[in-house]
């Protein structure tokens, strides 16, 4: 069956970078819609981006200029590249994608979570 596993969660300092990866068996990432979401404690789970098969990718206003979302098809993996990153973003990030392609709702398909953690 289909598989997402997150790699790259730990601690940063504010102003620091994460890279988080995602990697993909049982689904071909150029053919899905794919996302990063995050939950902080307390909070509701919320998309911070998502990039269709094919098109523009889209980003919370939170993250903006901030984070970028990519993918490598030859290794069927995402990734959410994390710069200026601020105590806010702590959080548990995942990974999840969409069979709906371009219009990128039911997210179908989750990995289990990476956690993020942002402080000084």
């Known amino acids: 069956g289909v598989q997402l596993v997150e790699y790259g969660g730990g601690s940063a300092q504010p102003g620091g970078s994460l890279r988080l990866s995602c990697a993909a068996s049982?689904?071909?990432?150029?053919?899905?819609?794919m996302a990063w979401f995050r939950q902080a404690a307390g909070k509701e789970r919320e998309r911070v981006a998502h990039?269709?098969?094919?098109?523009?990718?889209w980003y919370s206003d939170s993250v903006k200029g901030r984070f970028t979302i990519s993918r490598d098809n030859a290794n069927n993996s995402m990734y959410l590249q994390m710069n200026s990153v601020k105590p806010e973003d702590t959080g548990m990030y995942y990974c999840?994608?969409?069979?709906?392609?371009?219009?990128?709702?039911?997210?179908?398909?989750w990995g289990q979570g990476t956690q993020v953690t942002v402080s000084s």
């Open positions: 990039m269709p098969s094919t098109g523009n990718s």
């Open positions: 999840a994608a969409s069979p709906l392609r371009w219009l990128c709702s039911e997210w179908t398909y």
């Open positions: 049982g689904l071909t990432v150029s053919a899905y819609c």
